[in-house]
């Protein structure tokens, strides 16, 4: 071998360590879906402007480790993540249709306008006491103002029934969580009649519903007012007999009525109403229901172990926030543990064992018919061979990199030292085997200075005149690592 190609050995050698190193310069995402328990990895990497997908988590010493955990309801659960760095030599039951169904009534079993005894006495003709002009329009606005009433009445039933479907969303462990924010809007746009339902929103719809019932109330009392002294003067004209007699009492029972249940049914309770929806609304849109975390990655190893626990509950059965730092003491749903592996570290170790090299110029001498010849040596001279081992970090099972050594020929003739320089593999986590190939330089013996093939010696003097040159080869050879890493 010459030294030409020697030379590029060597060079190949080190592009190779210092090329796996730089390609080891990346950073890794981690995303877990939470409902699914599926894992993936990427690979990012500055200049790239999509991250790549890989198949076993590997990061860059000193770059970043993020984690992303997805499909998780923050509402329901709490995570946490821990790294440990080492030295190593279901289907939710809630559809479409629950959107429309029937709607919660927000006061009990009985609407609020039932309280009023049901409709307005609509059989009632329009003769008798309805024939004045007077009569007849104030009842006409009676049942406006109900029917407006009523209407309010609906949305709030609307808004008590988005508040229970929201809240249900909200803390269903099961949906995964685009679902939950896209069936929130959904909801809240369809009972405000609106494409897009923005937390700012919610201002205008608490004043267009108290101005439809401030206003509502004062038309229906007004009404109320004007019908009754229409009657009453239509009563005096007519000496307590007519059709119709008696409405006068029915109206001023809706008007009690109305009066009682407005303590509870008013403009407060309307404000807390949409006030609270929007509360529970906004949680659900404005929260990121994900857990992230990061972690720079240091050292050979990462084991990153992800926990995620299940948050008490109120006596309604209702989830309560956790103090993050009171975690441990929560109900452990899962964990998942991950093992990262740190690249891009050179590593230096060393292994002892056997060389065999081979050099081009291995030959012996012999005098035979009074001349010097020559005949072919050993092809492998065995060696006890001591190795270092360089290489950059990928794993614990298999590394490739460099080696150099020095091995003693173990023929008692021949106890010059050979150096090697070339490849190693090492096998194994702790303990490892390794295969070493490459160059060899050592110490062969030629015919000394003045002498060549042919020669006639001295008759007193027969030994042949041999000296030692040094010689490129190759050499394969096997050795052991028997010191453990560290953990």
Known sequence: MNKARVYKLGLLVLCILFGLQNTKGQSLHIIY?????????????????????IASPVVGRNKLVTVEVVNFNKFVYAADATYVSKVVETQSDMGFLDIVSPLVNPLGSSGFFSALGGQLPTEIGRGGVLASRGASTAYDDILDAYNKLSAVEQSMKSVHFAIDKLNKLKYNPYLPTDTIVRLSSTIVSQIFNKNVMNPS????????????YTNSMASFKMASTSFL?????????RDGSFEGIGLDETVRGFSK???????????????????????????IISTSFSFNSSHAAKDDEIDLTLNFYKLPQNEKGEFQAANRNGLDALS???????????????????SIGMAFPTFGASKEYIYRDSSIREIDGSTFSPNLGAYVNVYPYTGRTFQLGGSFGVGVPLQ???KNVNMFMGFSMLFGSDSRVALH??????????????????????????????????EWGTFIGVSFNIAKAGN
């Open 257 to 283: 009525e109305i009066e009682t249940v407005s303590k509870s049914f008013n403009i407060d309770y309307i404000t807390n109403q949409i006030d609270y929806l929007e509360t529970v609304y906004t949680s």
């Open 33 to 53: 879906d939470f409902l699914k328990d599926d894992i993936t990895f990427y690979r990012t990497k500055p200049g790239e402007a999509e991250r790549k997908e």
């Open 201 to 212: 929103d919610f201002s205008e719809v608490i004043s267009r519903f108290n101005t439809q």
């Open 229 to 237: 002294r229409e009657y009453s003067n239509y009563a005096k004209s």
């Open 412 to 414: 008692e003739e021949q």
């Open 437 to 470: 190939g490459g160059a060899s330089l050592g110490q062969v013996k030629v015919l000394g200075a003045g002498y060549s093939l042919g020669d006639r010696l001295d008759p007193t003097d027969a030994v042949i005149p041999l000296r030692n040159v040094w």
């Open 332 to 350: 452990k749903l899962k964990e998942k543990s991950i093992n990262i592996i740190v690249r891009g570290d050179i590593k230096v170790s060393t």
